[in-house]
């Protein structure tokens, strides 16, 4: 039997020692490495935020546009510059596997076409809800090693995912009702028609159309609906739908042609097409009542309270403790003439003034009425006058969009598409509520006689179109390719 030297012992710990050094400074090195990884990360996360709400911003424009911003804008914010053939090969690799657990998760995720002459892969990385969601998946960014190569690592591979939402802007969303091209700007509007003997603005309805929007639900995981068909019956929807607001995107159709507009179905949900044409009802005589006064059949439980219902300033209408609030209250008690017309002045709202017949129509209506109120929009419209309302109107549940039509009249006999020229806002006026032959006009802040007790149906409903520029910015937002409003906040949702 042998003995080592002592001296052997020393050369064998000198290669022990030896090798965890060069072993301990790889594994330092390659923590450089690491991060640069974390850096291209973050990197990586910036650029699907930005591209992400890039593509959001353009809330009324077309999926290509959507696609085409988050597209420029993630290249911009990505560290590494591609020529145009490598952007379009790494993104033609590319695919987003998270998509399916999304989509099993509630939501409704659809890759959007690519650019033409992409040839993308399945799901690809680019995709819209259109329920009102966006999707950008980064595609894999390699950062190249230069102390990993000892452990055998010659790359890191990062990338990163977002989603945007297309929220309602001021939490009115958007109404089912609509606007005709020839809609007075700031007049009183006729929303809700109803057969026998009409009341002015309301003319009656068209042959058996009521005016209202049948709009299906597409299933918002934040709304909680659930998709479509959603209850199976036309008064529920038009109930929640008023409720609410319409649970996904719809924009103005550009050019007014029927060769391309994109038709508000259940059918163009699994295309991921964003609809710009509405159906108007035919023949519906329930839902609104429902849907903006009361909670009873057929408004499903789930979304109550019902529109009107949802206020801090109530009294008690017919039995439900409705929104009392006009509208005068939501103007800026800073503004003067001649920024704004004399009669919008807040002052000139009170019980000081002598009564004032607002409207021409011979008789004296107090200062304080919606006939004042609508005088002074009419004025606002007719010239060149700045913001009159404070961004607390937004708060009202009477406050909403709605959208306009390209259209001057409403189909006769059945239910017709009327394609979308642009979105305008509007105040939830008159409610004219019926018992047997007996009718009552509900306006915020004025005296209300009712028309009797037990059953009450919702004769009538008008609302004041109010101007563009009496609004304050963040109620107008970016407007749409053919002016008017934008009803849509974008805002980053994971």
Same mark, same amino acid.
């Given at each position: 039997?042998?003995?080592?030297?002592?001296?052997?012992?020393r050369?064998?710990?000198?290669?022990?020692?030896?090798?965890?050094? *060069?072993?301990?400074?790889?594994?330092?090195?390659?923590?450089?490495?690491?991060?640069?990884?974390?850096?291209? +990360?973050?990197?990586?996360?910036?650029?699907?935020?930005?591209?992400?709400?890039?593509?959001?911003?353009?809330?009324?424009?077309?999926? %290509? *546009?959507?696609?085409?911003?988050?597209?420029?804008?993630?290249?911009?914010?990505?560290?590494?510059?591609?020529?145009?053939?490598?952007?379009?090969?790494?993104?033609?690799?590319?695919?987003?596997?998270e998509?399916?657990?999304?989509?099993?998760?509630?939501?409704n995720?659809?890759?959007?076409?690519?650019? %033409?002459?992409?040839a993308?892969?399945?799901?690809?990385?680019?995709?819209?809800?259109?329920?009102?969601?966006?999707?950008?998946?980064?595609?894999?960014?390699?950062?190249?090693?230069?102390?990993?190569?000892?452990?055998?690592?010659? &790359?890191?591979?990062?990338?990163?995912?977002?989603?945007?939402?297309?929220?309602? +802007?001021?939490?009115?969303?958007?109404?089912?009702?609509?606007?005709?091209?020839?809609?007075?700007?700031?007049?009183?509007?006729?929303?809700?028609?109803?057969?026998?003997?009409?009341?002015?603005?309301?003319?009656g309805?068209?042959?058996?159309?009521?005016?209202?929007?049948?709009?299906?639900?597409f299933?918002?995981?934040?709304?909680?609906?659930?998709?479509?068909?959603?209850?199976?019956n036309?008064?529920?929807?038009?109930?929640?739908?008023i409720?609410?607001?319409?649970?996904?995107?719809?924009? /103005?159709?550009?050019?007014?042609?029927?060769?391309?507009?994109?038709?508000?179905?259940?059918?163009?949900i699994?295309?991921?097409q964003?609809?710009?044409?509405?159906?108007?009802?035919?023949?519906?005589?329930?839902?609104?009542?429902?849907?903006?006064?009361?909670?009873?059949? /057929?408004?499903?439980?789930?979304?109550?309270?019902?529109?009107?219902?949802?206020?801090?300033?109530?009294?008690?209408?017919?039995?439900?403790?409705?929104?009392?609030?006009?509208?005068?209250?939501?103007?800026?008690?800073?503004?003067?003439? /001649?920024?704004?017309?004399?009669?919008?002045?807040?002052?000139?709202?009170?019980?000081?003034?002598?009564?004032?017949?607002?409207?021409?129509?011979?008789?004296?209506?107090? $200062?304080?009425?919606?006939?004042?109120?609508? &005088?002074?929009?009419?004025?606002?419209?007719?010239?060149?006058?700045?913001?009159?309302f404070?961004?607390?109107?937004?708060?009202s549940? +009477?406050?909403?969009?709605?959208?306009?039509?390209?259209?001057?009249?409403?189909?006769?006999?059945?239910?017709?598409?009327?394609?979308?020229?642009?979105?305008?806002?509007?105040?939830?006026?008159?409610?004219?509520?019926?018992?047997?032959?007996?009718v009552?006009?509900?306006?915020?802040?004025?005296?209300?006689?009712s028309?009797?007790?037990?059953?009450?149906?919702?004769?009538?409903?008008?609302?004041?179109?109010? $101007?563009?520029?009496?609004?304050?910015?963040?109620?107008?937002g970016?407007?749409? =390719?053919?002016?008017?409003?934008? =009803?849509?906040?974008?805002?980053?949702?994971?």
């Amino acid at each position: 039997m042998s003995m080592k030297t002592k001296s052997e012992e020393r050369g064998a710990s000198a290669i022990l020692i030896a090798f965890g050094l *060069v072993l301990f400074l790889g594994m330092s090195a390659f923590a450089i490495d690491l991060g640069f990884g974390l850096t291209e +990360r973050r990197d990586d996360v910036t650029a699907a935020d930005v591209g992400v709400m890039a593509g959001a911003v353009d809330s009324l424009g077309s999926n %290509a *546009v959507v696609r085409d911003q988050i597209l420029s804008f993630t290249r911009q914010n990505l560290p590494t510059t591609y020529s145009n053939a490598q952007w379009q090969a790494l993104w033609e690799g590319c695919t987003d596997p998270e998509m399916i657990t999304l989509n099993g998760a509630g939501f409704n995720f659809i890759p959007v076409a690519p650019p %033409a002459g992409w040839a993308v892969g399945s799901p690809w990385c680019i995709s819209i809800d259109p329920a009102g969601y966006v999707r950008v998946r980064v595609p894999d960014q390699n950062v190249a090693t230069n102390f990993g190569r000892v452990i055998g690592v010659n &790359s890191l591979s990062t990338n990163a995912d977002a989603i945007a939402r297309w929220a309602g +802007r001021g939490g009115g969303g958007i109404l089912p009702f609509g606007l005709l091209s020839g809609a007075p700007e700031g007049g009183n509007v006729c929303l809700r028609d109803h057969g026998g003997q009409p009341i002015p603005p309301c003319d009656g309805p068209d042959q058996g159309n009521f005016g209202a929007i049948e709009s299906p639900q597409f299933g918002n995981v934040a709304l909680g609906t659930t998709g479509c068909p959603m209850f199976g019956n036309k008064g529920a929807e038009l109930s929640v739908n008023i409720a609410i607001g319409l649970d996904h995107r719809v924009v /103005p159709d550009p050019d007014n042609s029927p060769s391309n507009e994109v038709r508000d179905t259940c059918a163009i949900i699994s295309s991921g097409q964003t609809p710009d044409t509405l159906n108007t009802f035919q023949g519906l005589s329930v839902g609104t009542m429902e849907g903006l006064v009361s909670g009873g059949n /057929p408004f499903p439980g789930s979304f109550s309270p019902p529109r009107l219902q949802r206020s801090a300033t109530t009294t008690n209408i017919v039995g439900y403790q409705l929104d009392n609030k006009p509208m005068w209250e939501y103007i800026d008690p800073a503004v003067a003439a /001649p920024t704004v017309p004399a009669q919008c002045v807040r002052s000139t709202f009170n019980n000081s003034l002598p009564d004032f017949d607002w409207n021409g129509d011979g008789t004296l209506d107090r $200062p304080q009425s919606w006939e004042h109120m609508e &005088s002074c929009l009419l004025a606002h419209a007719g010239g060149s006058f700045g913001i009159l309302f404070l961004e607390t109107l937004s708060e009202s549940p +009477r406050f909403s969009y709605v959208p306009q039509f390209w259209a001057n009249i409403w189909p006769n006999g059945n239910s017709d598409f009327r394609r979308i020229w642009r979105f305008k806002a509007t105040f939830l006026q008159t409610l004219w509520l019926k018992k047997g032959n007996n009718v009552s006009e509900f306006n915020p802040g004025e005296q209300f006689t009712s028309p009797g007790n037990g059953n009450v149906s919702l004769f009538q409903l008008s609302g004041l179109n109010i $101007p563009d520029q009496a609004l304050p910015e963040d109620l107008r937002g970016t407007p749409g =390719p053919t002016g008017g409003l934008n =009803p849509f906040i974008p805002e980053l949702y994971r």
